[in-house]
């Protein structure tokens, strides 16, 4: 089975402060995405990527970026968090080029901004 | 734009039989798939459908119809582990997923 962990699923940061969220999967997948889920919405497309340093905006990318240097490791970056920033992060995984593929995830790293 | 819609919330008893709706505007359609999320862990993969008709798989089965715009999923022999969020998301013509906001399903004994 594919793994895909996410180094924190918990974190309390403060405004203004810069965060990183690590998502690693331990399978050869060339794609990896960045989502947020809040509730009542569905999953929100942050970033993607389909290489190794190759990185695509999604629907919502503002205030966020994103570093991929190895095929297994995407990071995503908040500059400056902000309070609106607080939610739930998934990571998830597919094979393949762009596609119908099923998407594996981590289990979320759960960002508090005070 | 681009909307899918399911329930928010459904409640259902255990052994019994529910019914989960999904329907969807989208621009084109590239197939249509169910997650299973339970609280606080990472969505899973239950079901794809692209064609037109019901997949069964064990206990699960998801039905499609793309003139409809509309899926469900259906649990048959509800377990009390079968509490959980379900998230319907379809594949636009970009390939792009679009998500529901997802269906939280409460079992009863």
């Known amino acids: 089975d594919v793994k895909v962990t996410q180094s924190s699923r918990y974190l309390v940061k403060r405004t203004g402060e810069k965060v990183f969220l690590e998502c690693v999967q331990d399978?050869?997948?060339?794609?990896m995405f960045w989502y947020r889920q809040d509730p009542g919405l569905g999953l929100r497309l942050i970033y993607f990527?389909?290489?190794?340093?190759?990185?695509e905006k999604g629907d919502i990318p503002e205030g966020y970026s994103v570093s991929r240097e190895k095929k297994e490791r995407f990071s995503l970056i908040l500059e400056s968090a902000s309070t609106n920033q607080t939610s739930m992060y998934l990571c998830?995984?597919?094979?393949?080029?762009?596609?119908?593929?099923?998407?594996?995830f981590g289990a979320g790293s759960r960002l508090t901004v005070l | 734009g681009q909307n899918i819609d399911q329930p928010t919330e459904m409640t259902a008893t255990e052994g019994a039989i529910v019914q989960i709706n999904c329907t969807y505007q989208?621009?084109?359609?590239?197939?249509l798939f169910w997650y299973q999320q339970h609280a606080g862990e990472a969505p899973t993969f239950l079901s794809y459908?692209?064609l037109d008709g019901l997949e069964e798989k064990g206990r699960f089965s998801s039905f499609l119809s793309r003139s409809k715009g509309y899926s469900y999923l259906l649990l048959k022999e509800l377990q009390m582990k079968d509490s959980a969020s379900y998230l319907c998301?379809?594949?636009?013509?970009?390939?792009?997923?679009?998500w529901g906001a997802g269906t939280k399903l409460i079992i009863k004994p």
């Open positions: 459908n692209v």
């Open positions: 998830a995984t597919t094979q393949g080029g762009p596609g119908a593929n099923v998407l594996t």
């Open positions: 989208t621009s084109g359609f590239n197939g």
């Open positions: 990527s389909y290489d190794v340093k190759m990185k």
């Open positions: 998301a379809v594949m636009d013509s970009n390939y792009q997923l679009i």
């Open positions: 399978m050869d997948h060339e794609n």
